[in-house]
């Protein structure tokens, strides 16, 4: 048996590498599966499926997955759909999924074909994860498709996490109100940064109420960032570098993202922010559908160029 652990124990060291000490960061399948089967439980991580969809949970997840819908962190406020809800309701439902401030995470869903995707489910649980004040945050690289393409076993077996135990200090600051982003986004070192595909930030689209985009804002999609036959599988940060250099992303920059609803935001302020290493990164948590709600604020539909 002690033999067995340490050997587990070996294998893991090499497998995690820089993953072994807390961050919020991308994990391989690999090293995902080594923390997930760690011989001690209470070394375990906790393991949270994302998905909206509930039946693709009870089809197939990872072992001892818990399934948090990401949409149950959201609702219709002052008639504006899909607002985060209020602290004390997002504590009680973190909480209540085993969220801990003293385990890792690890993230995941499926679906790695655009349109339909829901890594964007997943890096928005990250996000509110890290606005909680959780620092150890793992989004498994190529999701659940990637897993099973490694024959990695799965489960149909539910897993209810322990009562979770959230940190005392916030990190609020990494998302961005109405009013202060309109007091910040036309400043010489800000850029704001339209992650939705381009069709809507030009206002080609019949989704929503006002057509374009915030003035000023840079285009920039999110799926540029992953890999086109799984876009759970992200890009390295140096095969998109000269990318975010001609968008204008630059990291002596205060960079303030959004989209439709802050997922497809969420996505790029992760990869920005936890993949390349830009350090002032934020993400306007209304996004487009508040914005478009606000009849008195203009809005454009012509393309911006790098400033």
Known sequence: MKLGFIAWLVGLCIALGPYSKAEISVI???????????????????????????????????PTAHHLNFDTLRGTDHGVPVQYLPEDLTKALLIRAGIDRSRTHLLYAT???????EILSTSMVAYVLEKFGVTDIRVVDGGLAHWKQLGYPTTQEYFGNPTG????????????????????????????????PANEYLGQDDVWLRKGHIPGAVSFHWA??????????????QQVEKEFAAAGLTKD?????????????SLLRFYLAHVAGFPNVRLYEGSWKEYASLKHLPVETKENLAK
């Open 28 to 62: 391989s399948c690999q090293q995902a599966k080594g923390l997930i089967e760690n011989p001690d439980p209470k070394q375990r991580p906790v393991v949270i499926d994302t998905r909206g969809g509930y039946k693709d949970y009870f089809r197939s997840h990872l």
């Open 111 to 117: 679906g790695d074909k655009l349109p339909n995707d």
């Open 165 to 196: 135990n959230l940190p005392e200090q916030t990190k609020s600051s990494i998302g961005i109100g109405i009013e202060e982003l309109l007091e910040l986004k036309d400043k010489p070192n800000v850029m704001l940064v339209d992650a939705r």
């Open 224 to 237: 540029r960032l992953m890999e086109k036959d799984n876009t759970h599988k992200f890009l390295p940060a």
């Open 253 to 265: 920059k205060q960079i303030i993202v959004y989209c439709g609803t802050s997922r497809e935001g």
